[in-house]
């Protein structure tokens, strides 16, 4: 009751859901299809907002959009030019894009215009949703863009000229670390490997290599009280330090985990200045309010809610840990069990919505965090110190860096420790919202009983481990009880997965033509979000690509030690000719040891 704050944000949470579930007022409805031209192309004009690098291709986000559309009038007068506004676009241009227009600039741009898809298997990444927490709506493969007229945005391009140097700099300084001390910095993931992503997900790290609110709330206070050490008064300091997390913001990409933490950070400045106390949970009520006035969709989102949630842990079960586990007498131990007991919370809060959103769980992950979370300050420092000298003396820079290089090869070490260990990774599948429903209400029920009953804090303890080991098995229970056939969309391909009532798993080909990284994003997820974590047999018809390709993907994922996945049996087709990529899949599942091959000439 002394929270009027939290109890506004919950009633505004639960409007915006109901208004959605009900259809009274939907936040994720995607626009209907535009109309194209008889070409079957499309003009719009647009400013440029920002720049998006991945590994194969560079978007161009437009903002202010509008399209170009031809009315018939007449035989005599022919087509009249329309334009009407449309929600904000990305462009992906089939050639090389400059990179030099600045943001702000005028352009238009001719191409095929389609509104973003949703996923096509359950378990697949969903792109409009990402989309639509950026605003945009629609995509564009480009064939041409040309600059309608010149105007800039000076302090949003000046941000992004700065975080391009800073990022060649980390390159030339630090070639072998670039990758992450980019992500960790300035938020730049298109020189990160697919590899590194996996083996930090694997150690539970991949929140490092994101501009989170850990990072903010850090450099916030580090810089908040260097300032005070230069004997500046609190008022002065507490703006400038809010300013400059402001423009750090910018500079790193505006994503919401850290529109998230510089709304509390400048509501924890505030109550500096004006001498009243901070309330973490109030501060992140307000926050959550007023990032989803401005776009609700956010309500969905795993970065919104993961990052909201782990607030939540130490806002809420942190305290009542605490009351729950004794902590040891002595700095040292002290400081180390309050450690172990955050690590906790966070894990046990965040854990519904990891398997939701990942479909797997990082057994080790507490562990991991504990001798890496205490070293995130310092990486930071010397990534950011290295960073900025590097654009002017790159010797100077090596130097600076080469704590932040050390680090960052003892977090890969790590990691790559952790994934050799039995278990490291559990896949435990998509649960259901009723399944975790009753894994909070387990986790309550769990703190509620402690406080009931009088016992001593060992009792205390077991009961809630009791309540919290039910909550997680009723979370991760799945069951099937017929046969299920699902046969997935790969593009110009074939892959079906068959699910026995016994709990067995075949896979019947697996490869397309005309999707990249078929096995990685569209067959692997779909395992992993029905709780899949062996194959029993993968049978494969022929050796054409686009029946293989796919299942050759997740046998390289194995064989690196990039998934948990399990694949026991390779059914091979029994030619008395092989054909060309029979013998490649065959010996690529022998040398992934996991596999046992099945000879192809034992017919059945």
Not at 327 to 353: D, E, R, Y
Not at 397 to 419: M, S, W
Not at 457 to 471: K, Y
Request: proline share 4%; glycine share 10%; net charge positive.
């Amino acid at each position: 009751m002394k929270r009027p704050m939290c109890w506004l944000c919950l009633l505004f949470l639960a409007g915006i859901w109901l208004g959605d579930l009900t259809g009274i007022m939907p936040v994720r409805e995607n626009p209907s299809v535009l109309p194209q031209e008889e070409n079957g192309q499309a003009v719009i004009y647009g400013r440029i907002y920002q720049y998006n690098y991945s590994e194969n291709s560079t978007g161009i986000w437009l903002k202010d959009v509008y399209l170009e559309s031809h009315i018939r009038k007449n035989s005599i007068n022919g087509k009249e030019k329309k334009i009407r506004p449309i929600p904000q676009t990305i462009v992906y241009l089939q050639e090389e894009c400059d990179s030099a227009l600045p943001l702000g600039t005028w352009v238009q741009a001719q191409g095929k215009l389609t509104a973003i898809a949703g996923p096509r298997n359950p378990g697949e990444f969903d792109s409009r949703l990402y989309f639509q927490t950026k605003k945009i709506y629609f995509r564009m493969s480009g064939r041409k863009m040309s600059v309608y007229k010149r105007q800039t945005w000076r302090l949003r391009e000046g941000m992004r000229r700065i975080r391009e140097k800073m990022t060649h700099s980390l390159e030339r300084a630090a070639p072998g670390q670039a990758g992450i001390l980019c992500a960790m910095v300035t938020g730049e993931k298109s020189l990160l490997e697919q590899e590194e992503k996996n083996r930090l997900a694997a150690g539970s790290l991949s929140h490092m290599i994101s501009i989170s609110g850990m990072h903010l709330g850090l450099l916030g206070m580090l810089f908040f009280w260097l300032l005070q050490k230069m004997r500046l008064s609190i008022r002065p300091a507490s703006v400038l330090a809010v300013g400059v997390m402001l423009l750090y913001g910018m500079l790193t990409g505006e994503n919401v985990a850290t529109m998230r933490a510089l709304g509390m950070f400048g509501l924890a400045m505030v109550a500096k200045a004006a001498g009243r106390s901070y309330d973490l949970l109030s501060a992140l009520s307000l926050s959550v309010i007023l990032i989803l006035l401005d776009n609700p969709v956010y309500l969905y989102y795993s970065g919104f809610l993961l990052s909201c949630g782990c607030i939540c842990a130490v806002g809420l079960v942190l305290p009542q840990l605490g009351e729950i586990f004794p902590i040891p007498k002595g700095k040292f131990w002290k400081n180390f069990s309050q450690a172990c007991q955050m690590g906790i919370a966070v894990q046990i809060t965040t854990l519904p919505l990891v398997a939701w959103f990942y479909y797997e769980i990082p057994l080790y992950g507490i562990l991991v965090n504990l001798l890496a979370a205490p070293t995130l300050a310092i990486t930071l420092a010397s990534g950011i110190l290295g960073a900025v000298v590097g654009m002017w003396q790159v010797a100077l820079a090596r130097i600076l860096l080469l704590p932040g290089c050390l680090l960052v090869d003892f977090y890969q070490f790590l990691c790559e420790t952790v994934k050799k260990l039995p278990h490291a990774v559990l896949i435990v599948g998509q649960p259901e919202k009723w399944q975790m429903a009753l894994y909070y209400g387990a986790l309550a029920a769990g703190f509620f009983a402690v406080k009931r009953i009088k016992s001593g804090r060992m009792a205390g303890a077991a009961l809630f481990l009791a309540f919290w080991f039910t909550g997680t098995v009723l979370m991760c229970w799945r069951g099937h009880e017929s046969l299920e056939i699902t046969c997935l969309d790969v593009g110009q391909g074939d892959g079906a997965v068959i699910q026995s009532p016994q709990g067995e798993c075949y896979l019947v080909d697996g490869g397309s033509s005309s999707q990249s990284k078929v096995g990685q994003y569209r067959i692997l997820p779909f395992l992993k979000s029905q709780g899949i974590s062996q194959i029993d047999v993968a049978f494969i018809s022929h050796a054409d690509a686009d029946h293989v390709n796919g299942i050759e993907e997740i046998l390289k994922l194995i064989q690196t030690g990039q998934t948990s996945m399990k694949i026991r049996c390779l059914a091979l087709p029994g030619l008395e000719e092989k054909e060309e990529g029979q013998e490649k899949i065959a010996t690529l599942a022998e040398c992934s040891c996991m596999v046992k091959k099945q000879a192809a000439e034992n017919k059945r």
